[in-house]
């Protein structure tokens, strides 16, 4: 899936992980991500979704997302191993990015999904 915010010239090949395993194992002992890639850690209802770094051997940025597709927290250049980071806001989603990806957007913005490439 292809997420992205025209208006903020962003754009990312997203991989969705919805299924817990896949939620608790997020980008821990993955190698970095690339360019316009990143995961999305997708939640069946909106809730406060903390996240840890703990086994993530670079640096990333996270975005919580609401269940509108709009962005309602996003931490920049998160630290390898860092063991509890939490916005203390509802989502029911959160893309992590490459670090400084998401340089160009803002709370507010909106991800617009697409299935195509």
């Known amino acids: 899936?292809?997420?992205?915010?025209?208006?903020?010239?962003?754009?990312?090949?997203?991989?969705?992980?919805?299924?817990?395993?896949?939620?608790?194992?997020g980008l821990m002992f993955s190698k970095p991500l690339k360019n316009n890639q990143s995961?999305?850690?997708?939640?069946?209802?909106?809730?406060n979704l903390p996240i840890?770094?703990?086994?993530?051997?670079?640096?990333?940025?996270?975005?919580?997302i609401n269940k509108q597709n709009k962005i309602v927290k996003i931490i920049r250049n998160i630290k390898?191993?860092?063991?509890?980071i939490n916005p203390k806001t509802k989502a029911i989603s959160i893309l992590e990015t490459k670090k400084h990806a998401t340089i160009n957007l803002k709370v507010g913005d909106k991800l617009t999904p697409n299935t195509y490439k």
Do not use: C, Y
């Open 80 to 84: 390898p191993f860092n063991p509890n």
């Open 39 to 47: 995961i999305l850690l997708k939640f069946n209802k909106e809730k």
């Open 52 to 64: 840890h770094m703990l086994f993530v051997f670079f640096p990333i940025d996270a975005v919580w």
């Open 1 to 25: 899936m292809i997420l992205n915010n025209k208006k903020r010239n962003f754009k990312t090949n997203t991989k969705i992980h919805s299924t817990l395993l896949q939620q608790i194992k």
